[in-house]
């Protein structure tokens, strides 16, 4: 065991609760505080070398896991954050304002999905580039295409208004009589 154990003897500032299974019930009141504050209690029958050992790696295995797990959530919440941030940084300074593309770094697929799920509450468009670990999204500014330039419609000067007078409606298939 090369963890370090520290003992207190305030239950408040225990992470773990350790005692005799006879001195235990003889203090319920000691129980009850460890059950209140959610501290785990650790019970053995005897005061030998080897069962106080084996209660300790125990205790140590176990905040050993917690801690993995509490550390592994709080990585795995800095990496979205990051990665948000990153596009949401992108698409306020460069893709907007300058309408130019960016490419963001590479990130896990379920990561870009949600850059891909901010990009469109911009009302823009993206497109994953790459798999596996060099995956990433491209940020792509909203373009009018040239095609879309050259189908619009010229409009003469010498056009007439009434050219939209059909039979004497507005062009809506409800009429309305003025009189």
Known sequence: MDAAVQLTDNISE???????????KKNPEIQAAAKSQNIPIYVTKTSSLMQISKVLRSIINDQED?????????????????????ARVAIEQVVIPKGEAVELLPRPSHIISLQMDLVKRYQLQSERI??????HLRIVPFHTTMEED?????????????????????GSTYSVDRK
Not at 14 to 23: H, R
Not at 72 to 86: G, P, T, Y
Not at 130 to 135: A, E, I, L, N, V
Not at 150 to 170: A, I, K, L, P, R
């Open 150 to 170: 050259n189908t619009s419609e010229n409009v003469d000067d010498d056009s007439d208004v009434d050219d939209f007078d059909y039979h004497g409606t507005n």
């Open 14 to 24: 225990a992470d773990a609760l350790f005692a005799l299974q006879s001195k235990l």
């Open 66 to 86: 917690v801690k993995d797990f509490g550390s592994e959530d709080n990585i795995k919440m800095s990496e979205k954050v990051d990665a948000l941030e990153e």
């Open 130 to 135: 790459g798999k596996g670990s060099d995956g």
